[in-house]
Each structure stands twice: as structure tokens, then as C-alpha cells.
């Protein structure tokens, strides 16, 4: 059982960063992507980021087109950790963040996947 706990959420006015990390334990050998979900209050749940292993440990990424060019998905060389950099925030970023891992993902969807408690970010205006 593969196991995910989020850290660094918070708050920050319009136009600043924050970078959220998801610290994986257990059992993550069937892991074979990862990616970041947020839900709005009312709203449904959405892929923000996510990132693929491939063979000989190649990466390969997919992005929300809302939050193109403004962050940034990347795991540690051990995949032990995720993170997500976060700049140029908006109010309508504000979410709370969940990571997730699971054995099959496509695009921005992943099937199964273990959910973390999720980080909740906030942007002001």
C-alpha cells in the first residue's frame, strides 16, 4: 500500500509562488505516475500536473492548459517525493491540492489512484 502526504500549502497574494511536495512511502513499485489534482469548492475535482516514468527513467509531462507556463511537476531522482512549483498564482488557483500515484494514468486522469490529504492553497487578489 503505497502511502502520500502533501506539505506547503498556504497563502499568498495574487502573482506569488508556492511549491507543494508529496512525500510517498510504502509499497510504490506499481507506480508508474503521479500528478496533482485540486478541487474548488463547488467545483469538481481536476488535473493540474502530471508525470510519467518511462524506460531508462525518462519523464513525461502533462499540464492543465490553465496553468501552462506558470508551474512546474517534478519528482526527486529516488521518485520518492513530488513536487509542484507554483508561479504567477491567481485567485482562481485557489484549491485545495491533492497528490496522487497510481499504476495507470492517461493524460490528466489517473485510474485508482492513492489520494493524499490534500494542502489547501489560497490566492488573493
Known amino acids: 500500500q503505497v502511502q502520500l502526504v502533501e506539505s506547503g500549502g498556504g497563502s499568498v497574494q495574487a502573482g506569488g509562488s508556492l511549491s507543494l511536495s508529496c512525500a510517498t512511502s510504502?509499497?510504490?513499485?506499481?507506480?508508474?505516475?503521479m500528478g496533482w489534482f485540486r478541487q474548488a469548492p463547488g467545483k469538481e475535482r481536476e488535473g493540474v500536473a502530471t508525470?510519467?516514468?518511462?524506460?531508462?527513467?525518462?519523464?513525461?509531462?502533462f499540464y492543465a492548459d490553465s496553468v501552462k507556463g506558470r508551474f512546474t511537476i517534478s519528482q526527486d531522482n529516488t521518485k520518492i517525493t513530488l513536487y509542484l512549483q507554483m508561479n504567477n498564482l491567481k485567485p482562481e488557483d485557489t484549491a485545495m491540492y491533492y497528490c496522487?500515484?497510481?499504476?495507470?494514468?492517461?493524460?490528466?486522469?489517473?485510474?485508482?489512484?492513492?489520494w493524499g490529504q490534500g494542502t489547501q492553497v489560497t490566492v488573493s487578489s
Open positions: 508525470i510519467y516514468t518511462g524506460t531508462y527513467n525518462t519523464f513525461r509531462t
Open positions: 510504502g509499497y510504490t513499485r506499481s507506480i508508474t505516475c
Open positions: 496522487a500515484a497510481a499504476g495507470v494514468c492517461s493524460g490528466l486522469t489517473a485510474e485508482n489512484p492513492v
